[in-house]
């Protein structure tokens, strides 16, 4: 066993425990769910205290010992062991004494006089206390030790002594000991500090919840500050009925007081009087003065603020100039590259044309090789079969020696009925070619109709679908004309209501525009739209920032990727702008601003800003558009005009609408979803008739077809019925002339025919050669001429976009210019108010000099003045009225006056106090409510930390265990579960046995030692119910807790002999000799682990 407890106290292997001061920093304020605790049970390396454990006690004539001691105790673990009356409790109970604890809190006595052996006069008590390091108490005074002397007499006085290491005397007064152990944390009355063997068998006995939680909170030291807290709201609450005492004798002397007064001021001395009424009309001079001045300094600030704001328009119309030349730039730029454009397709137009030449040119070449080649080739097939014939011919001749005349003269029939056949089958040939050619041409021109019905139909679908959506825009916006402007808009509506509702826009955004806009002529409804476009369902804004509100409004209602309707930030006016200088004037037609009826002077402005619709007119008819716009000089101001069919008219441009119909300012709707309607049903009714036009079409160009392939498979036939004809011709015609003919002189003319045959095959072969060439520079030819058209084509799709740009582009440098004349005119009128308080800056710095001398004349001195002009002149006023009432009243002035003097010094005593009281109330709930927090927190972190400190010492013996902590009704439950927890239910620790009760409150005593603060912890008799198993356990937590504290000083005090305890240089064990009758003095000396192993 003594093998086993040396392994666990002094294994290598256990981690490192920190001080118990670092875990209680980590273990600050909050509740039970932020407050941890690690634990650990190795052994700690940290060095051993040094300030406020126990170096040494000695005691003389204490209780019923003559002398005990001097001994010294260890810096870790020290056990105090020995039999009954040997002498353990009194070393205890004097520790308690000497360090200034009470004689009922060590269970021995009521009085200090109980602790003087009988028949002596006193007794003394010396405890010396270690005083190192960086935390020593007045270490330059009492260095490394201090040495604490008490001395009772016999009618239980004491008195205290407290020395230096060295012997010299420091202090004889009490609250230089309070103070030390305040330093040191010493704690002799409570119970984790020193438990006495009356309190450990009071408390193991104890069956009482409230006991176990008081023990709890005095060992936590909490029931003290639990008791401070109600003293002071005891002294709050007697504090605050002197208050209202005190308020309540206040008001009777603020009364006394100013009836004291009134009487003193009623008679006042005349010449107070007059030298008041003297120093008020100086005030008055001078009053006027400073009134003068601040009119001054408010128009200084007026003028500061408008030559700010001169700064900013002149800023303002800088940017404005730079956006200006920017846009500007801007039009020049796309201007250069439509002029490049324009010209570099001038440039490639004589190019494209040469190639066209070029490619002409090179296919007519082609086909002429062509046509060299295929002749030489039919007259190649024909040498080549005129030789199979002469062959043949050449053969026939040798076998035969002659031919009859009848054969000759039936072939001559048959060769002019053939001749005859094939002049027919020729006429059938030309009249089926003809045929051939009609019916290509039939099926060309079917199919180019059929390409052009399905362009139409293509079409006709697009605008049908059109047409559909605006159908069904326009039925919904039957009961809501907001729709128009798109299904959400109504929800983005009503959520811009709800946050201006909330505050979070300055002034409520207006729009969507067109919902603000009627036209007064429904005919220009299209015109004004098409002149407007997207500012239709736009949206106007006050400043930045509510449109950073309005824009994640939008974000709501617009998914990512779709376009969002335009802001326009600008500031609201009241009024509409003044345009009537720079707007366009025609006598018959009006402007978009006159067609249209704004009731918001928001609206018409940004439109005037964005569009400048002062300057669009708008005509009705094309021709007359044309001829106001482009045949003669545009009205002044006017730069662009509308047609009612949405026309766009500039002065060298005309642009055509592709709308047909407005899409948001119609009022009209039943009208226009019936026209919508007709039309639906009208493209409807189209597609059907395309649909079977296309499908006769269809069936002609495939009937066609048939027929064409029918007269081309024809054609083919007659060709071969005239070739096979012309062969049989030419082969009677040799058998006719055979007889005739020599055979040397055919085999001749095969000879012949061979030469020819090898000529005619070598110059096809030179012919293919050259067509194949030409064929390669034809198809040249044909790639460098599709190439430029391409090059052509995309350099005209390129200008489409830039013309609309251009457009865009002259819009932006009307609109910057208009901004430009805007912000000029504004600083001219603002520069013309600013001039206007310089000027009555001018004079009123006149008239202040002018009062300034007046006031002079009456006051040299300037004087301050806190009171209007008009203030002191009443005061003027009053104070000659009451002088002149005074001249009639006499009295004791100097009786008044003392009377007086006395009630306002009462008064104001009184009055300081009660404030001084309310600031002390006040001051102390902020306290109290703050420290109540804190003290809550610190206690739910002790319960916590004292749970898990249980648990851990319990598990050490796989005990369970659980503390239950009822603040409300101040109860510690404590259930222990000595079998495993999954296996049993917990127990009252009354359902224990003694062993197992008395190792559970040592588990309990251990846990509060982890959480209480002290230099030393002593303990008497805690293994007296235990027995040998349990007795054991403790003592190795106990050990373990010391090792991992070596910085606290450990005093148990035990019956047992500790023989078993392993040797180490941290355990001191001091025995006890048992008494002896009639002995003065008692032994005693440390005894070494050597010794003791030598006496067993």
Partial sequence: MAKRKEENFLSPENAK?????????LDKDGDEDECTVSFTNGTSTLTAAEVGIIESIQLRNFMCHSML????????????????????????????????????????????????????????ISITLRNRGDDAYRANVYGDTIVVQQHISVDGGRSYKLKSGAGTLVSTKKEELVAILD??????????????????????????????????????????????????????????EQINQGEERLTELKRQCLEKEERFQSIAGLSTMKTNLEYLKHEMAWAVVNEIEKQLNAIRDNIKIGEDRAARLNRKMEEQQVRLNDAENKYKDIQDK??????????????????????TEKKRTFNEAEVLYNRSLNEYKALKKDDEQLCKRIEELKKSDQSLEPERLERQKKICWLKERVKSLQDQENSVNQEIEQFQQAIEKYKEEHNRLRREEFDV???????????????????????????????????????????????????????????????????????????????????????????????????????????????????????????AYHPEYPTVLTALEIDNAVV?????????????LLIKNNSVARSIMQSQKPPKNCREAFTADGDQVFSGRYYSSENTRPKFLSRDVDSEISDLENEVENKKAQIVKLHQHLSALEKDIKHNDELLKRCQLHYKELKMKIRKTISEIRELENIEEHQSVDIATLEDEAEENKIKMKMVEKNMEQQKENMEHFKSLKIEAENKYDAMKLKINQLSEMADPLKDELDLADSEVDNQKRGKRHYEDKQKEHLNTLNKKKRELDLKEKELEEKMSQARQICPERIEVKKSASILDKEINRLRQKIQAEHASHGDREEIMKQYQEARENYLDLD???????????????????????????????TLRCKLYFDNLLSQRAYCGKMNFDHKSETLTISVQPGEGNKAS??????????ERSFSTVCFILSLWSIAESPFRCLDEFDVYMDMVNRRIAMDMILKMADSQRFRQFILLTPQSMSSLPSSKLIRILRMSDPERGQTTLPFRPVTQEEEDDQS
Avoid: W
């Fill in 17 to 25: 425990r920190p001080r118990q001061e670092e875990l209680e920093d």
């Fill in 69 to 124: 001691g001097p001994f010294k105790f260890g810096s870790n673990v020290n056990f105090v062991v020995g039999n009954n009356g040997s002498g353990k409790s009194a070393v205890l109970t004097a520790l308690i004494v000497g360090l200034g604890g009470k004689a009922i809190a060590t269970n021995r006595g009521s009085s200090l006089k109980g602790f003087v052996k009988d028949g002596q006069n006193s007794a003394d």
């Fill in 183 to 240: 330093h040191f944390n010493i704690q002799v009355d409570n119970p984790v500090s020193v438990l006495t063997q009356e309190m450990s068998k009071q408390f193991l006995q104890s069956k009482n919840e409230g006991d176990k939680y008081k023990f709890f909170m005095k060992a936590t030291q909490l029931e003290q500050m639990k008791e401070d807290y109600s003293y002071i709201m005891e002294t709050k609450e007697r504090t605050k």
């Fill in 338 to 359: 439509l002029e490049k454009i324009s010209q570099e397709t001038k440039a490639r137009a004589p190019e494209c044309m040469a190639l066209k030449a070029d490619l």
């Fill in 461 to 583: 679908k697009q605008a049908m679908n059109y047409n559909q959506r605006q159908l069904k825009e326009l039925k919904d916006s039957k009961t809501d004309r907001i729709k128009r402007f798109g299904s959400h808009v109504p929800a983005l509506l009503e959520a811009i209501d709800d946050a201006y509702r909330r505050g979070h826009f300055a002034h409520k955004p207006v729009g969507p525009l067109g919902a603000c806009i009627y036209p007064k002529d429904p005919e220009l409804a299209l015109a004004i739209e098409s002149c407007l476009k997207g500012l239709l369902q736009a949206y106007c804004c006050h400043n930045h920032a509510d449109e950073r509100v309005l824009q994640s409004l939008m974000k709501r209602f617009y998914p990512p990727g779709t376009p969002r309707p335009q802001i326009i930030v600008s500031e609201f006016r009241n009024e509409v702008y003044d345009v009537r200088h720079r707007a």
């Fill in 604 to 616: 018409a402005n940004s439109l005037i800003d964005m569009r400048g619709i002062e300057t669009v």
């Fill in 912 to 942: 300081n106090k009660v404030r001084t009281l309310r600031r002390f109330i006040k001051l102390l709930e902020e306290i109290m409510i703050h420290r109540f927090k804190t003290y809550q927190q610190f206690r739910r972190c002790l």
């Fill in 986 to 995: 917990f127990n009252d620790m009354r359902a224990l046995s003694g062993g």
